[in-house]
């Protein structure tokens, strides 16, 4: 097999405005980014839905692979080849971890989304323009200070963090304003880019009424003294020059499948420390043009899936009808307590004791009644009795699977697991709820994500946590959703507990309010909001060839 690169360069592209056409919209309804990138019309997202929506999530993440965004691609293009006008609708990459880890984020083999190549880089500038407004407000804050402090703000209470889309551990913890006149001298952190606030107020704002009116929610610290008044953003007459800088990127990007179809990529909110889901506008944009609508979120269903739900879902009023959920034999085994050096190696016995970890996860979704199907992403390594053994545990709780090889054969390679998701569609017996009521208290609805979504006994406040959950109440935050920010690689709040994990407990260390998105923030274990490069970052095997191409970015 080439490589992903290779096979995306090796690719006859459609030229975007007949991808366009293809969802009835005319040259004059969308704004070009050269050939094969364009800007689509924000209005879409209030038109009526037409189409249904399918969820694509996994089980627990580990480096052996998983493949949720190539079955997402993979699962679209299926539906394409059976006759059916289906919209996939992803998350745009990060460039951090296009440096850092991954390589690249659209997608592998012949399920990728294109031109792969501006997808991981620069795209439309969606980044670049988050990262302008987040630093307007964060030199207006500092202005502040300078200027005489007319807000009272204090200047040990900001919360408001600088931004940049790298991994750069460095940037953690830092000292600004060192120098005569540069300021007041104090602490300050860096968060990346999908763990901005602005990014999730992007990806959950409605209109260009909802942004301003979310930018202005924005918290950025408190008063001096007792009372610890917030000190939002429309404080600083900030709204109107951030949402000038936000005005194109809040309108979704229209690409295509390497197979010609439609792809809308918009937004990207990381699944462990935000909501992980692509923007709202997207969906709705194409729900309004497809029959079908594939999307995904972030890393598992403990994470991304329960946000979706509780989150994207609720603020949306999406009606997910069914739900895939991706598993792979390799990490099944790693589950088992198999190393990842041997998983090349058939290991039945490894296989079986990672099993549950799949039941796991589709009660998870089947509680929110989404009714689910599993996809088993196949890997060239994967041996029969494997394969045979993971169908009939699944087989045995009561739901479907199918085989997938979209990374190899593109949506052919898709078909039957398409086929099973159209029956699912076709039962319409999807009940969609949330889990929980947003009335309830802060805790409570901690407890309930910690109890019912991961397995836990229970949760532990620590004394901040506590201390800044009774400020949140007290202060307009106590009827909204929780985001939990935790480790993508285990049910628990270790990375090392492994499989499904009992008689453990949740710790919450730290919880904030992200007003302008619409949820309280909580934190558990030890969770980075910026996150640092690997010894050999994926950086390292880049390099632009003479003839403009790209090389290493896969």
Known sequence: MPSDIEIAQQARMRHIRDVAAELGLGEDD????????????????????????????AINPTPAGEGKSTVSVGLSQAFRRLGHNA?????????????????????????????????????????????????L????????????????????AVTWPRTIDMNDRSLRSAIIGVGAGNGTMREERWVIIPASEIMAILALASSREDLERRLGEIVVGTTSG????????????????MSLLLKDAL????????????????????????????????????????????????????????????????????????????????????????PKTQLNEENVAALERGLPH?????????????????????????????????REYVEGLGVPVALCDVWAEGGAGGEQLAREVLTLLDRRTARYAPLYDTALPIRDKVRTVAQKVYGADGVDFSPAADKAIDWLETN???????????????????????????????TVNEVYGSAGAGFVVAKCGDIMTMPGLAKVPAAEGMRLRPDGTIEGLS
Do not use: W
């Open 137 to 156: 407000l964060s030199a207006l804050v500092d202005n502040q200070f300078y200027h005489g402090n007319a807000l009272g703000l204090n200047p040990k």
């Open 251 to 338: 309108r979704p990007n229209l690409v295509q499948t390497l197979e010609g179809g439609p792809a809308i990529l918009h937004c990207g909110p990381f699944g462990n420390i935000a909501h992980g889901c692509n923007s709202l506008v997207a969906t709705r944009a194409g729900l309004a043009l497809g029959d079908i609508v594939v999307t995904e979120a972030g890393f598992g269903s403990d994470l991304g899936a329960e946000k979706f739900f509780d989150i994207k879902c609720r603020f949306g009023e999406l009606n997910p009808e069914a739900a895939v959920l991706v598993a792979t034999v390799r990490s099944l085994k790693m589950q088992g307590g198999v």
């Open 30 to 57: 969308i704004d070009l980014y050269g050939k094969y990138k364009a800007k689509l019309p924000l209005e879409l997202a209030s038109q009526p839905a037409k189409g249904r929506l399918v969820l694509v999530t």
């Open 358 to 390: 799949v039941a796991h996860h589709v009660r998870n979704v089947q509680q929110f009644g989404v009714p689910v199907v599993v996809a088993i992403n196949r890997r060239l390594s994967d041996t029969d009795a494997e394969l045979r053994m993971v």
């Open 87 to 135: 919209v996939l609708c992803m998350r745009e990459p990060s460039l951090g971890p296009v440096f850092g880890v991954k390589g690249g984020a659209a997608g592998g083999g012949y399920s990728q989304v294109l031109p792969m190549d501006d997808i991981n880089l620069h795209f439309t500038g969606d980044f670049h323009a988050i990262a302008s407004a987040h630093a």
């Open 476 to 506: 307009g935050m106590a009827n909204t959703p929780v985001c939990m920010a935790k480790t993508q690689y285990s049910l628990t709040d270790d990375p090392t507990k492994l499989n499904v994990p009992t008689g453990f407990r949740i």
């Open 226 to 241: 007792k009372d610890k008044t917030p000190v939002r953003a429309r404080d600083f007459k900030a709204t109107g020059a």
